[in-house]
Structures are given as C-alpha cells and as structure tokens.
C-alpha cells in the first residue's frame, strides 16, 4: 500500500506496543506485574464524575465551540494563575482533546520542513514522532543520570543554530522523573529569548513532584509569554486519561491557529468530558495529596527495590511515576548479561518474568528500563521479586 512519507517517518507509541502486549498474555490468564502503562491507577474523583453525569443529564451533549466552552477556558487560565503563578486570559487558552493532541496541534503549527527542534533525552516517546511528522528535525541533547536528568541551558546552547524553532522541556519528566529547577528553566527562558526561540513547556506531571521540588511554570516568569508556550492536562493531576482533556495556553495569534487545525480535524473536544474538567479546575483539589502521598511511598519502595539488586542503579525521581534504572551492566556479552540490548530485556522480562516494562531505547536511552509505579505497593512487591528472581539467576549461572 502507498502511504504517504509522512505517515512512514513515524512509528507506533513503543509504550502502546508494550502495553498490547502485555495485554494478549493477560487475556490467556497470564498473572503480568505491570509497570507499564503511564495513567494514574487512581478512579476519576466523585466530584468531576458527578458533574459529567449532571452534563448528560442536562443534555450538553451539543458541539461547543472549537476551542472549548468559554467557562472551562477562564477556569483554566484561573487555575494556572492560582496554582503555578501566570497571568493568562481566556483569549490565550484553548482546550484540547489531551495534552498529546495539544502538543501534536502546537508543533504543526509552528514547525515545518527545515525547522530543527532541541529535544532533551531520555524524552518522552511521541515527541520526535509528533516532530517529524510536521516536517521536523529533533535534535537531541542528553541529560545525565548524575544530575537527576534534569535539562541544562548549557548544553541546549551548545546545539543551538539558526534553524532551531523550539525547544521541548518537560518537567517532570516521563521517563526520567527528573525535575528542571526553576533556576535552570530561567537560563533556558534567557536562552530561548536570545534565540528568538519557542519554549514548549510540557507540564502535565506538574503536581507530582517530591520534596523538595514544588509544583512550577516558567509561565510564572516575568515577560515569559513572548516565548512560552504551555502544554496542560488533566490526565494525571486528576486520574482523568480516559476523558481526554488537555489545553495550551501561548499568545492570541498562536491559539487562534491551533483553533483553526481544529476546527479541520477534532472540532470540540468531548462536550461532556469539557463540563468534567471545569469541575477539575473549580473544584476542591485534596484528591491530589493524597495520590502524590502514595505515589511517594511507592517510589520509595520501588528505587530501594531495585537498587538492592546486584548490577543495577537507579536515580531517585524528583516527579512522576516513573522508575528509571540502569540496567546496562546486564546487557551485552558480559558475564552478567541476560540479553543483547534494553529490547531484548525488556521482551524476556514480560515473556519469562510477565514483568511488564518499557525499554529505555524507546526514550532515546539504551540500557535503561522504565517503570511505571501507578500500581500497587503489593504489586510492586510482587515485580520486583520476579526481576530480582531474574537478574539474579544470570548471576548464579556466571
Ligand atoms: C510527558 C507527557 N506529555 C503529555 C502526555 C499526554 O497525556 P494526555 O494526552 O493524556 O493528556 C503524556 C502522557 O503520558 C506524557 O507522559
């Protein structure tokens, strides 16, 4: 079949291939200790579910308008300004259907053939795809381990040239956990200011982060909105994945374009699932304590878990609810290796150990796992005595 270059740059979101994997051997009966999906395993609060069911009941089941209903655009900006510090208007905001169509929608409009994009790695799957698929090029720039893979101005200038567009933070970071201190987002906000340069600040783990870390936008920096735009979600601040309901908010002009790709493809984003998440943002917001309260007990047990097995490291994550450990020392030809590459790991892990995982290749870093803790404690007891189970046995036979 003839496809069009496009659609052939890209590939199918690793995580969902291992995700759908996992999957079929859980349909045959298989017991998977699952760290792969990235969703909080928390149910939606009573309160926006309530409000969804009162919006069906209230039949606004209708088109909205393209950008989203009015009210759910003023409560947005009203809460970013309460909880992170900006100063946005409704005219600034448009909803969209998650924060992954947000970023999709926001590159398509800003990058074309030619246009490079500066991209930390280990990132997050769909950035270089949503990237190449408008056009563009994304240039890597890798974060290191020892610095809690926290992105650093310094090396984004090092590869800084005059096609660069955009630059891609995302803080904390899927994969990695790590967190970009407001300090250093303030050198990459100069940096991109400099430049006449984008600064895409996706936030969607932005109220999972650990101490002593805070909750933070660059959107709270003085003459920020020049050069900021900000990818939201409320995916994971409020267990919402399945509702689909993200939201950018950057300069008028820039809106009214993603405005206008909408308006040609999704058109509103579900009507129900808008009256939902004006109840997110409006509402009481003590159900986030209390997954952040779990979140961080499960990353204890998790990085401690994993570090106490021989030949592996593991940072601890400054956000999220990712694990991120080194497992390179197993791999290769060496005498503790039990597989050629992180791929081949991860596929042996979920075939012999139905451990489910992603591997860090996914993200641009070879001879790392990913691990999502959005499960249980008792679950994550389970996983890690099947990894442990595994990676020791390559130790005994050597
Ligand atoms: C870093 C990052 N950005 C954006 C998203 C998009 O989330 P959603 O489209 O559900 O809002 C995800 C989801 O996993 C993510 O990890």
Redesign the pocket.
């Known amino acids: 079949m003839q496809l069009t270059n496009r659609i052939n740059r890209i590939q199918i979101s690793p995580?969902a291939a291992v995700i759908n994997a996992a999957e079929q051997l859980k349909a045959k009966g298989v017991d998977i200790a699952d760290f792969g999906p990235?969703?909080p395993d928390f149910p939606t609060p009573d309160h926006i579910k309530k409000a969804a069911i009162k919006a069906i009941e209230e039949n606004r089941s209708k088109y909205t308008p393209t950008g989203g209903i009015m009210p759910l655009r003023e409560a947005i900006v009203a809460w970013h300004k309460r909880e992170l510090g900006s100063d946005y208007t409704a005219k600034e905001c448009v909803v969209?259907?998650?924060?992954?169509?947000?970023?999709f929608n926001t590159v398509s409009v800003l990058i074309q053939h030619g246009d490079e994009v500066i991209l930390p790695a280990p990132y997050?799957v769909?950035?270089p795809d949503i990237i190449k698929y408008a056009g563009g090029t994304p240039v890597i720039v890798q974060t290191r381990a020892e610095n809690g893979f926290g992105a650093k101005a310094a090396d984004i200038e090092k590869v800084i040239t005059p096609k660069t567009k955009m630059v891609i933070i995302?803080s904390p970071?899927?994969?990695t956990g790590g967190v970009v201190t407001p300090e250093e987002y303030e050198r990459i906000l100069a940096l991109c200011r400099k430049h006449n340069i984008w600064l895409m600040d996706?936030e969607?783990?932005s109220h999972f982060v650990y101490e002593p870390h805070k909750p933070f936008s660059i959107a709270s920096a003085r003459d920020s909105k020049g050069n900021v735009i900000v990818?939201?979600?409320?995916?994971?601040t409020f267990a919402?994945?399945g509702w689909?309901?993200?939201y950018t908010l950057a300069p008028e002009p820039l809106i009214q374009a993603i405005i206008k790709v909408q308006s040609q493809s999704t058109s509103n984003p579900t009507s129900i699932a808008q009256y939902a998440a004006l109840e997110a943002m409006r509402g009481t917001m003590e159900t986030v304590p209390v997954m952040l309260a779990e979140y961080a007990a499960r990353r204890k047990r998790i990085v401690e878990g994993l570090r106490a097995i021989p030949g592996v490291t593991c940072e601890w994550p400054g956000g999220?609810f990712y694990a991120f450990p080194n497992v390179s020392a197993h791999l290769g030809e060496g005498k503790d290796a039990i597989a050629k590459n992180c791929t081949d790991l991860a596929k042996l892990l979920l075939e012999q150990a139905h451990v489910a995982l992603v591997p860090g290749a996914a993200f641009g870093a070879p001879g790392f796992l990913r691990l999502s803790y959005a499960t249980s404690l008792e679950r994550i007891e389970e996983g890690l005595r099947r990894l442990r189970k595994t990676f020791t046995r390559a130790e005994a036979a050597s």
């Open positions: 995580t990235g969703e969209n259907v998650g924060g992954k169509h947000a970023i997050w769909s950035f995302n970071c899927n994969p996706d969607c783990y990818i939201g979600s409320v995916s994971k919402m994945t689909r309901i993200g999220a």
